[in-house]
Structures are given as structure tokens and as C-alpha cells.
């Protein structure tokens, strides 16, 4: 059974840094296409990043050079370095897998909330 | 980016009634549309891919239909569990971008 279980969210003021992890089982996070899906409170869904199979990476452009995606193979878990954090920032962000070939998010993790504030 | 524009942003339906969403997108987006049910408190569910397909579980009183820029999520016949949010996500152009979903409510 595939299961996702996220943490490392919590207060954090502006400007500073916070690590995601998500820790997988039920099938390996080097072998799938692996995301990050924010919520702000009360808000929509937005893709944040990706990470392939083969390690090649994608970020929306409101967190590129802030942000990186990033997996340990051994731990079967997935990252997410937030650096230079902003209140925009502030969300629940989803871990998620993609099964099937197409870019979309078959299993999703239960979340865990960051919220940026002074 | 490619814009997913859901409409209406509220549904007041009674249990029995069909549904009837819509997403509209910015451009063509062929038939690379899925359908997520987010309910409080909860992760998003995957419900529809390829503008038509039902992921795996999913109750066949859910379809989807549409291609091109205009999409369609049909409910059938509510039931009390179907009154969530809803949202759609396109896969045809980076990034992949999401609809600002449709809250489908008890009347």
C-alpha cells in the first residue's frame, strides 16, 4: 500500500529556512515522479516542484532559487529545502507520487502546514 | 501559464440532484484534464484523468467529459459524501496549473 507521510512544517519567520520531508512506502521514490503541492489557508491548489526518476528537477517560478527538491534513496524519503521564506509561503504542502505516465498526482500525503510569520 | 478558470464557484445542490461543473481553460489544452475532490481537512483525491477516465476506486456516478478548452465533471446523483470541493488540473503545458475549484453544498 502506498503511503506518504510529510512533516518538518511549523512557524517560521520571513527570511528563514525550514526542510519538508516526506517519508514514502509501498513503492521506491527513486523509481517515481515525485511532487510538492501547496494549499494556502482557505485557498487553491499550486504545484511547487517536481524531481523525475532520473534526478532532473522543476520548480514554479515563485520559489525558483529558494526552494529545492531533492531525495534520499536509502531513506525512501522526499525533501523540500524552503530558504529565504516569505509570507506567501504560508500553506500546507502536500507530498504526492504520480503512477500512471501522465503528469498528474494519484497519491497524495496528508500534509504538513508552514506558516511564515514575524 | 495556462489559466483554469472553474465555474460556478458554488454549487447549492440537494442530495439526488446532478452536478454539473465546469472548467474552462486559457487555451487548448486537448483532453490533458484531470478532477480532484478535496473535502475538509483532507488531501485532494484524484478522481478523473485524460478529461475522462475514472481513476481506480472512483464511483461511476462521477464522468468527465470535454476537450480543447471546455471540460465538464459530471455528478449523477449526489450523495452526502459528494459535497466537497473540486478541483481541475491541466498537464498539457509547464507548470501544471489548478482551477480554483468549486465548493458543491447541501441546499
Known amino acids: 500500500e502506498v503511503q506518504l507521510v510529510e512533516s518538518g512544517g511549523g512557524l517560521i519567520q520571513p527570511g528563514g529556512s525550514l526542510r519538508l520531508s516526506c517519508a514514502a512506502s509501498g513503492f521506491a521514490v527513486s523509481s517515481n515522479y515525485m511532487s510538492w503541492v501547496r494549499q494556502a489557508p482557505g485557498k487553491g491548489l499550486e504545484w511547487v516542484s517536481v524531481?523525475?526518476?532520473?534526478?532532473?528537477?522543476y520548480y514554479t517560478d515563485s520559489v525558483k532559487g529558494r526552494f529545492t527538491i531533492s531525495r534520499d534513496n536509502s531513506k525512501n524519503t522526499l525533501y523540500l529545502q524552503m530558504d529565504s521564506l516569505r509570507a506567501e509561503d504560508t500553506a500546507v504542502y502536500y507530498c504526492t507520487m504520480r503512477k500512471r505516465p501522465e503528469n498528474y498526482f494519484d497519491y497524495w500525503g496528508q500534509g504538513t502546514l508552514v506558516t511564515v510569520s514575524s | 501559464d495556462i489559466v483554469l478558470t472553474q465555474s460556478p464557484a458554488t454549487l447549492s445542490l440537494s442530495p439526488g440532484e446532478r452536478a454539473t461543473l465546469s472548467c474552462r481553460a486559457s487555451?487548448?489544452?486537448?483532453?490533458?484534464l484531470a478532477w480532484y475532490q478535496q473535502k475538509p481537512g483532507q488531501a485532494p483525491r484524484l478522481l478523473i484523468y485524460e478529461a475522462s477516465n475514472r481513476a481506480a476506486g472512483i464511483a461511476a456516478r462521477f464522468s468527465g467529459s470535454g476537450s480543447g478548452t471546455d471540460f465538464t465533471l459530471t455528478i449523477s446523483s449526489l450523495e452526502p459524501e459528494d459535497f466537497a470541493v473540486y478541483y481541475c488540473?491541466?498537464?498539457?503545458?509547464?507548470?501544471?496549473?489548478f482551477g480554483g475549484g468549486t465548493k458543491v453544498e447541501i441546499k
Open positions: 487555451q487548448s489544452i486537448i483532453s490533458y
Open positions: 488540473q491541466q498537464r498539457s503545458n509547464w507548470p501544471l496549473t
Open positions: 524531481i523525475y526518476s532520473g534526478g532532473t528537477t
